[in-house]
């Protein structure tokens, strides 16, 4: 459990300074002609910590019995 914890924070920890370089909005969502209909703050992207953690527990945990 203690391990699990500890990847998740360094996922986490590695996701936030990635998002330190990048501009304040980021478009998520282009149109048909290729212009950016939903833009968001760059701290938003931080919510998806959570698809590559599922990755690690679905994969890479130790399963316990």
Do not use: C
Request: a neutral charge.
């Amino acid at each position: 459990m203690k391990k699990d914890i500890i990847v998740f924070l360094i996922m986490f920890f590695v996701l936030f300074i990635v998002i330190l370089f990048l501009p304040d909005s980021i478009p998520i969502h282009f149109n048909w002609w290729g212009e950016a209909d939903i833009v968001v703050h760059k701290y938003f992207l931080l919510a998806g910590v959570i698809i590559p953690y599922s990755v690690y527990w679905q994969f890479f945990r130790e399963k316990r019995d």
